[in-house]
């Protein structure tokens, strides 16, 4: 029973600092995006800011200009919406705005999403 509970104990222990090591990595990634994108609240660039974006709804910064497409698309920006979009956004929103063909390996999609929950908890 003990040698459960300590296994237990390392498995939480060691998935905390895994998923560290993965917003990590997703902070560098998120050069890419911050060609566009602000991490500051209110800051708005080519692109909307991204602080905070996980649970936003889609196309909804009052200080930012959407395209129509955006505006009506209806996500909600969940990991899973946000991984799937920077995969290939015209797929997920067409005709929407954003001049970027989008991130292939999913490794590194799943980081720039773990930065983006951790950066803005």
Same mark, same amino acid.
């Given at each position: 029973?003990?040698?459960?509970?300590?296994?237990?104990?390392?498995?939480?222990?060691?998935?905390? *600092?895994? =998923?560290?090591?993965?917003?990590?990595?997703? %902070?560098?990634?998120?050069?890419?995006? @911050?060609?566009?994108? /602000?991490?500051?609240?209110?800051?708005? /660039?080519?692109?909307?800011?991204?602080?905070?974006?996980?649970?936003? *709804?889609a196309g /909804?910064?009052?200080?930012?200009?959407?395209?129509?497409?955006?505006?009506? /698309?209806? =996500?909600?920006?969940?990991?899973?919406?946000?991984?799937?979009?920077?995969?290939?956004? %015209?797929?997920?929103?067409?005709?929407?705005?954003?001049?970027?063909?989008g991130m @292939?390996?999913?490794?590194?999609?799943?980081?720039?999403?773990?930065?983006?929950?951790?950066?803005? *908890?």
């Amino acid at each position: 029973m003990n040698r459960i509970l300590i296994f237990t104990a390392l498995i939480f222990f060691f998935s905390g *600092k895994v =998923l560290a090591q993965h917003a990590s990595r997703g %902070q560098k990634l998120f050069g890419e995006c @911050a060609a566009c994108h /602000s991490e500051q609240k209110g800051v708005q /660039s080519i692109g909307p800011d991204l602080h905070g974006v996980i649970g936003r *709804k889609a196309g /909804s910064l009052e200080d930012f200009r959407y395209s129509p497409a955006m505006k009506r /698309s209806g =996500l909600t920006w969940t990991p899973e919406a946000i991984e799937a979009y920077i995969a290939d956004p %015209q797929k997920v929103v067409p005709q929407n705005r954003m001049p970027y063909a989008g991130m @292939a390996d999913a490794r590194d999609r799943a980081d720039l999403v773990a930065y983006l929950k951790e950066a803005f *908890k």
